[in-house]
């Protein structure tokens, strides 16, 4: 399980390279709006000891000392990445927060790509959806695409529909990076799943794709991942149409 201070890293991602983390979430706690069973945070009923959140000055203070450390040591960073320990754009500061690192990022590590890894949940939030837009990658999570599969392998807290989702996704005009991790279990990523959720690819028409599979201890046991050969011979018929899979085992 992990419990991240409000700036980490950078450590190396297999996504986006030498990613310094930002989490805008408790730091010994977890707070999401999903309950994955893939999560390598946990279940969210384990994560219930610290509900304070960082203050955009928090996180300013954090991300500044923490660049001008990494500058003065030469180590380079890749992407800055609001990941953390559940969902970030929880922080009702976020679109604030979003301005101040875009700011120090220009500053001190202008090549530097601001990225947001996000379930898409709270496109719909006052800002919200502005703020993703100014960021370089909004990357977000569609992993099914019915509300019954979601309550597989996601298991939202309250209210979660994939049309209304998709309906949301679709303000961006394709400017954004899906990202969905496959997995096994018991009826996930059958051939019926992989084409359903194709064709949500196919109405959203992202510039990306991100494709995974999981790489840490699940809270749920026996699940399977897939090798890189797999998830490309699942999503073969988009790379076929031209879409950009990027596919990490």
Known sequence: MMRETTVFGPIFSRRLGSSLGINLLPQRGK??????????CGWNKDGREDHTLPTAEDVRMALQSKLEACIAAGTPIDSITFSGDGEPTLNPAFPEIIDLCLKLRDR????????????ATRISAPGVFEALCR???????????????????????????VEEIVRQLKRFN?????????????????????????????????????VYTIDRETPLSGLGKYTEGEM????????DEGYVIQIKG
């Open 31 to 40: 707070l999401c709006n999903f309950d994955c069973v893939y999560c390598e």
């Open 174 to 210: 394709g400017n954004f990076v899906l990202q969905t991790l496959f997995l096994r279990g018991p009826g996930w990523a059958t051939e019926d799943w992989v084409s359903a959720w194709m064709d949500r690819v196919r109405e959203l028409k992202p510039r990306e794709v991100m």
């Open 232 to 239: 490309r011979a699942l999503v073969q018929p988009l790379i």
């Open 108 to 119: 001190y590590y202008p090549a530097a790509k601001v990225s947001v890894l996000s379930n």
């Open 135 to 161: 960021v370089d990658n909004a990357i977000l999570k569609l992993d099914a695409a019915t509300d019954e599969q979601a309550a597989l392998v996601n298991r939202p807290v309250g209210s979660y529909h």
